[in-house]
């Protein structure tokens, strides 16, 4: 990340010292300064990073910049429920608090599933 593959501090593993490993680097690294210069992230040459909405879309960095839809399917299903429950109802964090810190979940919302 940042350039840095040669910059691991004492005691970490080794980042290979290969020419996919590089690639990714500099992948990410353009990925990264494309994003503060223009607030969207693009590398030449690698993966389109598309918006994150319906489709769910989301960068997948195994090997080489990948883009990928739909992060493990119904995993996180109730999580947007609640978190558009809590929007809906207001006044409440849209965080995920479990147990004791937890809020009660509020009722069913028209815009919520």
Same mark, same amino acid.
Not at 95 to 112: D, E, K, S, T, Y
């Given at each position: 990340? /940042?350039?840095?593959?040669?910059?691991?501090?004492?005691?970490?593993?080794?980042?290979?010292?290969?020419?996919?490993? #590089?690639?990714?680097?500099?992948?990410?690294?353009?990925?990264?300064?494309? /994003?503060?210069?223009?607030? #969207?992230?693009?590398?030449? $040459?690698?993966?389109?990073?598309?918006?994150?909405?319906?489709?769910?879309?989301?960068?997948? /960095?195994?090997?080489?910049?990948q883009a990928r839809?739909?992060?493990?399917?119904?995993?996180? $299903?109730?999580?947007?429920?609640?978190?558009?429950?809590?929007?809906?109802?207001?006044?409440?964090?849209?965080?995920?608090?479990?147990?004791? #810190?937890?809020?009660?979940?509020?009722?069913?919302?028209?815009?919520?599933?």
């Amino acid at each position: 990340m /940042f350039g840095n593959l040669t910059a691991t501090p004492p005691r970490w593993p080794a980042i290979p010292d290969t020419p996919e490993e #590089a690639a990714l680097s500099d992948a990410m690294l353009r990925y990264w300064v494309s /994003f503060a210069r223009d607030g #969207a992230p693009s590398a030449p $040459g690698a993966a389109q990073w598309r918006p994150y909405g319906a489709e769910r879309a989301y960068m997948a /960095f195994d090997g080489a910049p990948q883009a990928r839809a739909d992060l493990a399917p119904g995993t996180y $299903g109730l999580h947007e429920a609640v978190v558009c429950r809590r929007r809906v109802k207001g006044g409440l964090a849209w965080n995920w608090n479990i147990g004791l #810190a937890a809020p009660p979940i509020p009722p069913q919302a028209a815009p919520c599933s």
